[in-house]
């Protein structure tokens, strides 16, 4: 007989097997669950802005004239359908975007009544100029969705490489990692027809001591932008076989799942994106005239209702303030030294997206890089107003914060799907020891219809956190 002690730790064992666990996220003040909460508060507000807003659901870039820093790129294109884009006509530009001049506000060209006063010494990314009608195309981010396009490879695989290994940082003292890293480095710094990578003397001064926790940020956040595109990737994968799109599970174990840092990477990067529109909050309290905070449309109307959506979000936000403290960051005279490093390191990252051969990767690589630099901009430079930011930064910074949302409630999804798949696998490994056929076969084929149950367990154990 079990006594009632055994019961009670049979069935804490079994609670914490249907409960998906809590994960605390290095350089913020919450954990995995507090994450849930706040996405599960926006999640039904952000489609409807980027999916609803002609505003928000709308990009001008330069998505094929901008000159990859890297190589040639003229044999490195995309040929699968799925890699196209379908730009907008003149006639298709929505009205919000159709007067829309993205220029110097002091230039006679400039229609609008947006009064943004742009400083690149500020800006953590590479930004198109958008002014150029020539260079410049319109895209509905509705029509060109994220998602599997068949785009991989080596092409793929040296962009990333190139990225970490030239990008982001060795921190504390790992002198080993950091010149395996360079040994191993297929890149060069002489390979390139413009200097991305760090001077070799100035490789040599960073001390990996230095500046460490704004290292590991910068860290985290590329890693959490690239998980993050894998997870919308595996979210939304085109399955050959039964030719239709579906969640593909193996895709998301093989590039995330299987790595807790990735996943608390992504947890990081939603954190960071929130913790700006809690800054964005802030300054629209601060106004004394909220109206001066304007998305530019003639239609005065629309006008409202884009503000009203924004602002919203901004104020949801705020209900959770302490996410990140962002004042920890560059907090001293070295590690503000080290800010003009960090900022040169993300916008060469922001730039190597020109260089990706897929056009609706490189289209989505492009805006949410800059969304990232966005956030940092306004989290790290106190300066930053929101008046301060151009329309395609705003959008940018929107469309950035829906995608990484996504991703979390991806890695739910997917992680349930996990525990109910080795529940299955589980039962079927015990019958397989246990019974001869044909009862085994009989009894196993039960037990993979028992999947379902499975998982509607786990959901309703789980599910409070996504409300």
Same mark, same amino acid.
């Given at each position: 007989?079990?006594?009632?002690?055994?019961?009670?730790?049979?069935?804490?064992?079994?609670?914490?097997?249907?409960?998906?666990?809590?994960?605390?996220?290095?350089?913020?003040?919450?954990?995995?669950?507090?994450?849930?909460?706040?996405?599960?508060?926006?999640?039904?507000?952000?489609?409807?802005?980027? $999916?609803? /807003?002609?505003?928000? =659901?709308? +990009? &001008?870039?330069?998505? #094929?004239?901008?000159?990859?820093?890297?190589?040639?790129? %003229?044999?490195?294109?995309?040929?699968?359908?799925?890699?196209?884009?379908?730009?907008?006509?003149?006639?298709?530009?929505?009205?919000?975007?159709?007067?829309?001049?993205?220029?110097?506000?002091?230039?006679?060209?400039?229609?609008?009544?947006?009064?943004?006063?742009?400083?690149?010494?500020?800006?953590?990314?590479?930004?198109?100029?958008?002014?150029?009608?020539?260079?410049?195309?319109?895209?509905?981010?509705?029509?060109?969705?994220?998602?599997?396009?068949?785009?991989?490879?080596?092409?793929?695989?040296?962009?990333?490489?190139?990225?970490?290994?030239?990008?982001?940082?060795?921190?504390?003292?790992?002198?080993?990692?950091? $010149?395996? /890293?360079?040994?191993? =480095?297929? +890149? &060069?710094?002489?390979? #390139?027809?413009?200097?991305?990578?760090?001077?070799?003397? %100035?490789?040599?001064?960073?001390?990996?001591?230095?500046?460490?926790?704004?290292?590991?940020?910068?860290?985290?956040?590329?890693?959490?932008?690239?998980?993050?595109?894998?997870?919308?990737?595996?979210?939304?994968?085109?399955?050959?076989?039964?030719?239709?799109?579906?969640?593909?599970?193996?895709?998301?174990?093989?590039?995330?799942?299987?790595?807790?840092?990735?996943?608390?990477?992504?947890?990081?990067?939603?954190?960071?994106?929130?913790?700006?529109?809690?800054?964005?909050?802030?300054?629209?309290?601060?106004?004394?005239?909220?109206?001066?905070?304007?998305?530019?449309?003639?239609?005065?109307?629309?006008?409202?209702?884009?503000?009203?959506?924004?602002?919203?979000?901004?104020?949801?936000?705020?209900?959770?303030?302490?996410?990140?403290?962002?004042?920890?960051?560059?907090?001293?005279?070295?590690?503000?030294?080290?800010?003009?490093?960090?900022?040169?390191?993300?916008?060469?990252?922001?730039?190597?997206?020109?260089?990706?051969?897929?056009?609706?990767?490189?289209?989505?690589?492009?805006?949410?890089?800059?969304?990232?630099?966005?956030?940092?901009?306004?989290?790290?430079?106190?300066?930053?107003?929101?008046?301060?930011?151009?329309?395609?930064?705003?959008?940018?910074?929107?469309?950035?914060?829906?995608?990484?949302?996504?991703?979390?409630?991806?890695?739910?999804?997917?992680?349930?799907?996990?525990?109910?798949?080795?529940?299955?696998?589980?039962?079927?490994?015990?019958?397989?020891?246990?019974?001869?056929?044909?009862?085994?076969?009989?009894?196993?084929?039960?037990?993979?219809?028992?999947?379902?149950?499975?998982?509607?367990?786990?959901?309703?154990?789980?599910?409070?956190?996504?409300?």
């Amino acid at each position: 007989m079990f006594g009632i002690s055994k019961l009670v730790t049979i069935w804490h064992a079994v609670w914490a097997y249907l409960l998906l666990p809590n994960m605390g996220i290095s350089q913020t003040e919450v954990d995995t669950d507090a994450i849930y909460g706040m996405q599960s508060r926006i999640r039904t507000l952000l489609p409807v802005m980027t $999916e609803q /807003s002609d505003y928000f =659901s709308n +990009y &001008k870039l330069n998505l #094929y004239r901008a000159e990859c820093p890297l190589w040639d790129n %003229d044999n490195a294109m995309c040929s699968s359908q799925g890699c196209a884009v379908d730009t907008l006509e003149e006639n298709e530009v929505s009205d919000v975007w159709k007067r829309f001049s993205d220029v110097d506000p002091s230039s006679k060209k400039n229609e609008t009544k947006c009064n943004w006063e742009h400083n690149s010494q500020l800006d953590y990314c590479y930004l198109d100029e958008v002014s150029s009608e020539q260079d410049c195309v319109f895209v509905s981010l509705v029509n060109n969705p994220e998602r599997f396009t068949g785009y991989s490879g080596d092409h793929t695989a040296a962009i990333w490489r190139n990225i970490y290994e030239q990008n982001c940082f060795v921190v504390d003292d790992d002198e080993s990692l950091k $010149e395996k /890293s360079r040994r191993e =480095s297929f +890149y &060069k710094p002489g390979m #390139y027809p413009f200097q991305l990578s760090p001077k070799e003397d %100035d490789i040599l001064t960073i001390s990996p001591s230095v500046a460490s926790q704004e290292k590991r940020m910068l860290n985290k956040i590329i890693s959490g932008f690239h998980a993050s595109i894998s997870s919308h990737i595996c979210e939304n994968y085109y399955d050959t076989n039964r030719n239709r799109w579906t969640r593909n599970l193996e895709c998301w174990l093989a590039k995330v799942g299987n790595y807790p840092e990735r996943i608390e990477n992504i947890f990081f990067n939603y954190a960071l994106l929130h913790q700006a529109f809690v800054r964005i909050a802030d300054q629209l309290v601060e106004m004394e005239n909220n109206s001066t905070s304007s998305f530019c449309p003639d239609n005065l109307a629309i006008d409202a209702r884009t503000k009203l959506a924004f602002d919203n979000l901004a104020f949801i936000a705020q209900q959770d303030r302490k996410v990140i403290m962002s004042s920890k960051f560059f907090a001293d005279e070295e590690s503000q030294k080290f800010k003009e490093t960090f900022r040169k390191h993300f916008h060469d990252v922001s730039r190597i997206m020109d260089c990706v051969g897929c056009d609706k990767c490189r289209l989505w690589g492009k805006l949410q890089i800059t969304g990232y630099g966005t956030a940092l901009k306004l989290l790290f430079e106190p300066e930053t107003q929101l008046n301060d930011l151009r329309p395609s930064e705003i959008v940018a910074l929107v469309n950035t914060f829906d995608r990484i949302a996504h991703s979390v409630q991806s890695s739910f999804w997917f992680q349930l799907r996990r525990r109910a798949d080795l529940s299955v696998k589980f039962i079927q490994f015990v019958i397989a020891l246990s019974f001869k056929a044909p009862t085994r076969e009989i009894l196993s084929f039960f037990a993979e219809q028992l999947w379902y149950i499975f998982y509607a367990i786990l959901y309703i154990c789980n599910v409070p956190r996504l409300i």
